[in-house]
C-alpha cells in the first residue's frame, strides 16, 4: 500500500488525451515537487516529468505535468501506440525521510 | 557516452547477504545524488535508499533500515549496496539511478533470495 494512489489502470485511443492522477498527502505532494517516470515492462524506468512540470532534453512535449494542493497529474496528448507503459509519480516524503513511487498505473492504447 | 552498470546480483539463501555495485562512466558521478531503486517481479517500484554526492547523507525505506548499508567511492565512480539478513521480500531488479534535470538508471541486477 503506497503513502502515493494511482489508478491501477488508464486506457485511450490513438489521438485522444489522457491523464493519470497521484494523490498524496501534506508530507510528500504538499511540500515537494514530483517526478513522473515512464516503464515499458523488462525495461529500465525513463523519466518523464521532473519538478511537478518539467521535461528532460529529448521527451515530446505531449507529456505535460501539474500539480495542485495534494496531488499531481501526468498528462498525455496525442496519443500514440508506443505510450501504452507503466507510469508512475515519485516525490520525497518529509515524514518518512524516504522517496515513495505511486503503485504505478497501466496505460493501454486501444 | 553515460553508462551506469549494476552488478553483483544473484542467488542467495534466507539470511545471507549480498554486495551489489554500480560502476558509473560518461559523466561527473560525485556531482549526484545517487539512489538504489528496485521492483519485485510483476510489482511496482521501489526506492530502496540514496546518498548525497559526498556520502554524507544517506536515508533508506524502513524495511531495509538496520539490514542495507549504501555507500559511494567517488574516486572509483561507484556506488554500493550491501544487503544483509536478505529476506524472500528482497527478491527484486535493483537498479542504481539518478535523476532531476539529469537523468541516468542503469539496467538492473536481478537479486533472488530463496533457500
Known amino acids: 500500500q503506497s503513502v502515493l494512489t494511482q489508478p491501477p489502470s488508464a486506457s485511450g485511443t490513438p489521438g485522444q488525451r489522457v491523464t493519470i492522477s497521484c494523490s498524496g498527502s501534506?508530507?510528500?505532494?504538499?511540500?515537494?515537487?514530483v517526478d513522473w517516470f515512464q516503464q515499458v515492462p523488462g525495461t529500465a524506468p525513463k523519466l518523464l516529468i521532473y519538478s511537478n512540470n518539467q521535461r528532460p532534453s529529448g521527451v515530446p512535449d505531449r507529456f505535460s505535468g501539474s500539480k495542485s494542493g495534494t496531488s499531481a497529474s501526468l498528462a498525455i496528448s496525442g496519443l500514440q501506440s508506443e505510450d501504452g507503459a507503466d507510469y508512475y509519480c515519485?516525490?520525497?516524503?518529509?515524514?518518512?525521510?524516504?522517496?515513495?513511487f505511486g503503485g504505478g498505473t497501466k496505460l493501454t492504447v486501444l | 557516452e553515460v553508462h551506469l552498470v549494476e552488478s553483483g546480483g544473484g542467488l542467495v539463501q534466507p539470511g545471507g547477504s549480498l554486495r551489489l555495485s554500480c560502476a558509473a562512466s560518461g559523466f561527473t558521478f560525485s556531482r549526484f545524488w545517487m539512489n538504489w531503486v528496485r521492483q519485485a517481479p510483476g510489482k511496482g517500484l521501489e526506492w530502496v535508499a540514496n546518498?548525497?554526492?559526498?556520502?554524507?547523507?544517506?536515508y533508506y525505506v524502513d524495511s531495509v533500515k538496520g539490514r542495507f548499508t549504501i555507500s559511494r567511492d567517488n574516486a572509483k565512480n561507484s556506488l554500493y549496496l550491501q544487503m544483509n539478513s536478505l529476506r524472500a521480500d528482497d527478491t527484486a531488479v535493483y537498479y542504481c539511478?539518478?535523476?532531476?534535470?539529469?537523468?541516468?538508471w542503469g539496467q538492473g541486477t536481478l537479486v533472488t533470495v530463496s533457500s
Open positions: 501534506s508530507s510528500n505532494i504538499g511540500s515537494n515537487s
Open positions: 546518498i548525497k554526492e559526498d556520502g554524507s547523507m544517506k
Open positions: 515519485a516525490v520525497r516524503d518529509d515524514s518518512l525521510s524516504a522517496w515513495v
Open positions: 539511478a539518478t535523476w532531476g534535470a539529469t537523468t541516468y
